[in-house]
């Protein structure tokens, strides 16, 4: 199983699940670890198992129901793979974060010193309702006591969209560039990007992976429809 990690010298576990290592078949081969996608359950129970002993963690991620909304919850208040939301923290050692992906964007967050995490799932829908602000606004720390990572995503190269998703994404960042007279092409890594540092924090990385342009390493629900999801997952240190 291959992990990326977040390049942090921060006391937390933090990374981001490929597709190698796991025992789903199909489209979904191997690492599948959404739920709700039409693999077999138990192969997705068994990796999510997997995933959890590799990257240390000390109990099940905290899955959201995710709906592409601007919705932020603590992990307290999460009942896996029910709760609706699209972005989730928690100031508890231990707890683990997680956000599902398969193209649209994960944005990991952590306080420098330690006291609380975000995952936070941003695809179009959710930058322009805003579910990066609204997820700062929750934590108990300001921006400029974060740093941010955003994972593996769609790259601006494979992801041209129609007039109207231009329009929306264009109305709130400058971020978004046309490719041609013709195509459109939106950067959604670096439109997280700059809403993050916009909005103050202390440093932000970007991974700069395209998970369409990837399929031996990366899901994408743009290039194959039917597809697995990798997990973005991030837990205070205990």
Known sequence: MALIHPDWALPVRAGFSAREGGVSQG?????NL???????PQAVIANRA?????????EAPRWLSQVHGHQVVH???VVSDQTQADAVWSDQPGVVCAVLVADCVPVLLAAVDGSCVAAVHAGWRGLVSGVIEQTLAALPVSAGQLHAWIGPCIGKAAYEVGPEVWQAVAGVSAASETASAEKRH???SLIAARRLQQAGIAQVQQAHACTASNPQQFFSYRRDGATGRSAAYIAIDL
Do not use: E
Request: aromatic share 4%; no cysteine.
């Open 27 to 31: 489209p979904y081969a191997s690492l």
């Open 34 to 40: 959404g739920i709700h996608v039409g693999d077999d």
């Open 50 to 58: 997997r995933l959890a002993a590799m990257a240390g963690l000390i």
């Open 75 to 77: 992990a307290n208040q």
């Open 186 to 188: 939106i950067d959604l």
